[in-house]
């Protein structure tokens, strides 16, 4: 009972529900079944003191909690939103899926934030056996088995000792080793993003740090450089690591979550 506790709360003292009133959000859970039979667990937050001002569509990274375009339709769909502008956002692989998304449907979002993305994978920890190819025949057969070679990401992301304690408690958060399958695909998008940089054009805002080793700050300067859109924004953000909205001190938290306010805020032509 008291592990049960601890993990409905794993991240301070307080219930996740007395957490988002004491901020002024109201959170929700729930299940979607994608027109592909998948169920997917969604969660969405409200602004307790008035109607949003936009609507921001979420998509985690590698190993995180939450989980399709078909989905954010459903919800662009609500009439309790009316016409309210739409963004992307999505940090390390959420940001190269954010991408997909992009280009599924070049006009259906107004924006997308794009933090740390993952449009290859650094070279630091890309697995250094077998080669590509041979993954892929193998995941053919085997696409569960989880037996690609990587060291824990969460220590490589966040910077913060004390950060990683608590992100490590997550009761949800996979800990094995990258299928073979995950891994593969990861391959398969990260170079197809590589190959269609050109093609990006929603207007953008990509937030990266300069020590980040999980994905590279580079190509962020390449997707910047390469994409098509007449409004993108790159901000490297100097001796920063990969998870930059968590894992850096709270001052430097502050500064990037500033930077991206202030961008959504410019791009709805109000006050977020």
């Given amino acids: 009972m008291v592990e049960q506790e601890e993990n409905l709360h794993y991240w301070g003292d307080i219930y996740e529900e007395e957490y988002y009133r004491l901020h002024g959000i109201k959170g929700s859970k729930s299940f ?12 969405s937050w409200l602004p307790l003191s008035g109607p949003p001002r936009g609507i921001i569509f979420g998509i985690h990274g590698y190993g995180n909690d939450i989980s399709c375009l078909s989905f954010f339709n459903l ?6 939103f009316g016409a309210l502008p739409c963004f992307l956002y999505g940090e390390s692989m959420g940001g190269a ?21 993952m449009c290859k994978i650094s070279d630091k920890v890309r ?9 892929t025949f193998i995941s053919n057969f085997l696409p569960t088995l989880a037996i690609v070679p990587t060291e824990d990401l969460l220590h490589k992301s966040i910077k913060v000792e004390e950060k990683k304690i608590v992100g490590n408690k997550n009761p949800v958060r996979y800990r094995g080793k990258p299928r073979l399958g ?9 170079q197809l993003l590589s190959e269609k940089l050109r093609d ?38 100097e001796g920063m690591w990969h998870s930059l909205l968590f894992g850096e001190p709270d001052e430097n938290i502050e500064i990037v979550r500033t930077d991206i306010l202030s961008w959504l805020s410019d791009r709805c032509n109000t006050e977020i």
């Fill in 75 to 80: 919800i662009k769909q609500d009439p309790n």
């Fill in 32 to 43: 979607y079944t994608s027109t592909r039979g998948l169920s997917l667990f969604t969660r």
């Fill in 127 to 135: 697995p250094r056996w077998p080669i590509p190819q041979a993954l």
């Fill in 200 to 237: 990006v054009s929603i207007p953008f805002l990509v937030v990266h740090g300069s020590a980040d080793v999980v994905t590279d700050p580079e190509v962020s300067r390449t997707l910047y450089k390469e994409a098509s859109s007449q409004d993108k924004t790159l901000k490297i953000y």
């Fill in 97 to 117: 899926l954010c991408l997909l998304v992009h280009f599924a449907d070049p006009n259906g979002f107004q924006g997308a934030v794009l933090v740390a993305p």
């Fill in 182 to 190: 995950t891994v593969v695909e990861l391959l398969r998008v990260t």
